[in-house]
């Protein structure tokens, strides 16, 4: 998400970005008043409150990344966290763009290598990226069965049984979906825990 500035060369980019905070609408920026050169900073989102797992994932790992240059006196790097009307907050990061040399940072050339690998393959880091997919179907496995924990006697670790047996029978039900991770219905929870002899306690009928 935001602008990644990813599609152009880097002197072209740099000068997109440059001051590009002007140019967004309703927008108030408190460091503005504590910088000598504000135009030559950029702010640029990468996640907000309902971001998917594509873009938590990214967003992750452009801040590992960028974290070196944090912690100067003077950082070239502020991440930023800003409210928002529509989605709650919206995360990112400041990036001096130009040094008081009007050459571009060291930051801001980490940052655009960055960009232009998302410009050509969306996933920065794909070990990272199928983490979260696993850890958001297992919640969400969690989370659709909340009904079934009343019928079912559940052993530790029944998630990761029910997931295995998604996985090797009904795939599909473990999808990603929307971004968001895969969400079984309870139908298919059923079925697993029946497959996985799961003790039933609801009263037959």
Known sequence: MGNRFGEH????????????WKRFECFGWY?????DDPENWATIYTHYRDSGLLDQSN??????????YTDDDIPT????????????YIDGFSIRVYDTRNQITEAFRAYHRLAERMAT???????????????AVIENITNAAWRLKD????PEGWE??????????ES????????????????????????????CTEPAT
């Open 160 to 169: 990761w049984g029910a997931y295995h047996w998604l996985s090797e029978n």
């Open 77 to 88: 790097v502020v991440m930023e966290s800003h409210n928002h009307w529509v989605v709650g």
């Open 59 to 68: 967003a992750s790992i452009i801040s590992k990344a960028l974290a070196p």
């Open 121 to 135: 393959y969306p996933i920065l880091d794909e070990e990272d990226y199928s983490e979260r997919e696993l850890d």
């Open 31 to 35: 460091r503005e008043s504590e910088i």
């Open 9 to 20: 060369d880097l002197e072209d980019a740099a000068k997109q970005a440059a001051g590009n």
């Open 172 to 199: 599909g039900e473990i999808e990603n979906r929307d971004d968001q991770g895969g969400y079984p219905s309870e139908e298919a929870l059923r079925r697993a825990f029946d497959a996985l002899d799961y003790v």
């Open 151 to 154: 019928d079912y006697e559940l």
